[in-house]
């Protein structure tokens, strides 16, 4: 899964998208969902809220959003198939984070890429009738040696692979399209258990965290 994330936006990278010039956005160490985040949507940063929630979900006990999709799910389950056919977007990171139990505690982890600053994850969108959208970032299983840490991760796209994303092929053949993901430029490092807590934003969120020797 991924549950909390870390953005801060590259006009660089993100040259192809048409608003970049005028887009405003706070950079943002410790995303959780129910945030506020930028999406790429008709090649248009726009802001959305992160988790989607169907109507069925809110008539439960103490509903969460859902802001991963599973990439396995996909041409399957009704919630997100249609989303599929017609809401794809891309969502920007520049990191995320996962959790690993050690020691009976829950360890946080920093995911990043070494060589960029900007990660493109494939996500669904959805409109609600007041106009207010709602987004989800498609996950994967995760791949040696990310799983050491999480069984899952958010499925990035290359360039190819967001072109065809982004078209206008059957899903059949997109879906097909994403299924190879390459990790081998992402990294991951430890990091202090500050960022649990999800009013902390600060950059030192990302830092590789040191034993202190006594």
């Known amino acids: 899964m991924c549950g909390r994330y870390y953005l801060e936006i590259s006009k660089e990278n993100m040259s192809f998208v048409s608003n970049i010039d005028t887009f405003e956005y706070k950079t943002n160490y410790n995303i959780s969902p129910q945030s506020t985040v930028p999406a ?9 809220t992160w988790g989607y929630f169907p109507g069925w979900l809110k008539e439960q006990d103490n509903p969460r959003p859902l802001f991963n999709s599973r ?10 198939t249609s989303a599929f056919r017609n809401n794809r977007c891309l969502i920007p990171l520049s990191g995320w984070y996962e959790w690993r139990t050690e020691n009976d505690l829950r360890q946080p982890y920093f995911f990043y890429n ?7 994850t494939a996500g669904l969108f959805w409109r609600r009738s007041n106009g207010d959208i709602e987004t989800s970032i498609i996950t994967r299983e995760a791949v040696p040696p990310l799983d050491t840490i999480h069984n899952r991760s958010p499925l990035i796209l290359n360039t190819s692979q967001i072109e065809s994303w982004l078209s206008d092929k059957e899903v059949d053949l997109i879906y097909d399209d994403i299924k190879n993901v390459n990790y081998e430029d992402i990294l991951f490092h430890k990091v202090d258990t500050a960022v649990n807590n999800t009013k902390n934003i600060n950059a030192s969120l990302i830092n590789k965290y040191e034993e202190v020797p006594f």
């Open 114 to 120: 070494k060589e960029n600053l900007q990660i493109f």
């Open 40 to 48: 790429i949507i008709n090649n248009e940063l726009v802001n959305t």
């Open 71 to 80: 990439y396995e799910s996909l041409l399957e389950k009704k919630t997100f």
